[in-house]
């Protein structure tokens, strides 16, 4: 009889240093110093699902399938071996499959006989599969609410999950949330290659109804873990027929249903069942494992209840934004215009918390007088409702002070005075006002189609990009004032913001934006350096130019997703572009005499002609034609116009004698005259009269035997819209009529 321990021949040889470490259940990898695997057992090949993948030079630690987010911690483990050290913990592992796993690894230092640290020595087994259960548990929840933490929105939340359990810990992961009163299934997950086939298990998106009794019902009922250790020894009534028999087809074997309570409410439920499908050393749960996935289930609770709120919080914001921009864009005649908002993704990542990301940005068109166009971009400083508020109060001031057809930057001082206005009032502990205006970057601008006129002034903002024959540059901008709210006191914002003019030639267009478009932060996992303010425009007017022969929503696309990165603040685009046919208009002068209103009347008449223009909407016009001139002529008299020097030829005169001068007074009546300009569009005709008279009109109210004071009520009555504007020579009254009905 052989003593304890003495070994047979064949358990001998059995038991040689590479018979082991084939046969045991323990992964096991040989590293040299700079982390190249020189040896890996069968176990590990299994462990993390790579036996198509022979050991060689070209193989790291890395290449096991630890997942980019544990790099780091890989990096960690090797610098502290190779110093003498052990280090232990748990990696997320994801297997050539796809599906995830973590991995409990343990590493220590492989020494050469002289003691010297050659290489690394990592043991590696399946979490939460071994004797050691206990100690594994508090490490993998930790990682469990590491991975929950970092997502914001349900969808992905509920997928992660699935993610993590199936098929560590279960072949069927069912989650299931209430809306109102109804409990519906998000997530249906199951072992790789398997799916339940149609009309059995209910699929994602259907009411889920378990029947009184039933284990999930029991859960939800008592907010309480509920296990099934073993479907053979237990019966619970089914939700129906075809699930029973599904049930026993794939040999479900045990299950463990987890209520997910947050904040005292029931957000649902989460199912994780084994069955016959795959091949596991314990088919059945256990206490231990109901213990633990109802831990799990807190985790994923709190997270689903930060996802819904967020994007409570997110669709609130957005809404709220999206209210204050413009729901739609007119139809203008010679300029094609698209627009893009994006919010900025959510960057929990960067240590910014969870946040809507909405901000200030926002973008306008605005009709203005005889078929011109006010376009404007603008930035305010912040993030969240309170920027989006400012930004709407700043829009519908912008929009207000358009309408008076003012230079740009009159209205860009305009402007600067009332983002101080709206600054919220704070004062110090004497009493004093220390208010802090918003800060805000804005550009206007107003087009003229007709004459392809660009009149813009700045306020801090970005240029916008000009392209040109499939040359995209930025504009050049000789003036870049103050953003608003920022200019220095006792200095006038006239002496600020300066209009500048242009030419937009035919078929070119502007790309107006943003800084979140250009601001953007490189991807979390490359590693790589921001870029500068050159290169990131630089990279940008390369997209574009390779899209500039295409629509303005194509070259509005080719922008936003120009410059590489995450989008970290959100973003406005704007793109016009000028008809490259020039449109049709007519254009004289008068001088201003009561004969010349039949003139001006006739001119009209005969342009409409030209033009097609339906023969009612026509005579509708050029009978506002002749109450407008009229108005003029009768006005003329009485205006100011400046005196040209007198210059007499011969001896001077007395002074009673010099101011009847023969044919004086004639000269100067002849002075006066009134330009009349005609525009035709796509669905609107336009006219404009312009005079000298500094005086804008007025609408009166005339009595019953006034033989005047009729003709702009006549024209508010009859015309689409109508107004006056200032001139550097006088002022300039219009009106527009629509070729198509009212």
Known sequence: ????????????????????????????????????????????????????????????????????????????LAKHVLKGGVWEGTFDVARADGTIIYVRAQAVPLRHPSGAVTGIVITAREAMRSNEREKDRFGLLERIGERLASSLYVEETLNRVAEMLVPQFADHCFIELTEGDRLVRKVSTHVQGWTPPPGTWRPVGSEIRYPAGHYAEIALRRQETIIVEDFAQMSYPSPSEESSRLCGEIGMTSAIVAPLCARGETLGLMYLGMSNLTDRRSPHYDAFDRDFVGAIATRVAIAVDNALLFEEERHTAESFQKYLLPRELPQLDGLEIAVRYYPAAPLASHGQGIQTQVGGDWYDVIPLSAGRVGIVIGDVEGRGAKAAAVMGQLRAALRAFAQDDKSPADILARLNEWTRIIAAPEHDDYGAD??????????YLVYDAWSRQLSFANAGHAPPLLIVDGMVTELDILEV??????????????????????????????????????????????????????????????????????????????????????????????????????????????????????????????????????????????????????????????????????????????????????????????????????????????????????????????????????????????????????????????????????
């Open 1 to 76: 009889m052989k003593r304890w321990g003495d070994l047979s021949q064949d358990s001998a040889d059995h038991m040689t240093a590479g018979n082991v470490l084939d046969h045991a259940e323990m992964a096991v990898v040989v590293t040299d110093r700079f982390s190249n695997v020189l040896y890996w057992n069968p176990f590990a090949e299994r462990l993390f699902g790579r036996p198509d993948r022979p050991v060689g030079a070209d193989q790291t630690v890395l290449s096991l399938g630890i997942m980019e987010k544990d790099h780091p911690l890989a990096v960690e």
């Open 434 to 443: 220390v208010s802090t205006p918003p800060i805000v970057t804005c550009q």
């Open 481 to 742: 004032g103050q953003p608003l709210g920022v200019n220095a006191k006792g200095m006038h914002a006239d002496l600020v913001y300066k209009e500048e003019n242009r030419v937009l030639p035919p078929g070119a267009a502007l790309l107006l934006y943003t800084d979140g478009l250009v601001d953007r932060r490189p991807v979390r996992e490359s590693g790589e350096t921001p870029l500068t303010d050159d290169e990131t425009l630089s990279i940008l007017c390369e997209k574009v130019a390779k899209a500039s022969s295409e629509t303005v929503e194509r070259i509005a696309d080719a922008a936003t997703v120009a410059v590489p990165g995450e989008i970290d603040d959100d973003m406005a685009i704007l793109v016009i572009r000028s008809a490259g046919k020039e449109l049709k208009y007519e254009e004289r002068t008068f001088p201003a005499q009561p004969i010349m209103v039949g003139e001006a009347r006739r001119m009209a008449s005969e342009a409409f002609a030209n033009w097609g223009v339906p023969e009612e909407r026509s005579e509708l016009a050029c009978l506002l034609v002749s109450e407008v001139a009229t108005n003029v002529v009768l006005h003329a008299a009485s205006a100011s116009v400046p005196r040209r020097e007198l210059v007499l030829d011969g001896p001077p005169l007395p002074f009673d004698e010099s101011w009847d001068v023969p044919g004086f007074d004639n000269e100067i009546v002849n002075e006066k005259e009134f330009t009349l300009r005609l525009r035709r569009g796509e669905e609107s005709i336009w006219v404009e009269v312009f005079d000298q008279d500094l005086r804008l009109p007025r609408i009166r109210s005339a009595g019953e035997n006034d033989e005047g004071g009729r003709g702009l009520y006549l024209v508010d009555q009859l015309a689409r819209r109508w107004g006056s504007r200032p001139t550097k020579e006088g002022k300039a009254v219009w009106f527009e009529i629509p070729t198509r009905g009212r």
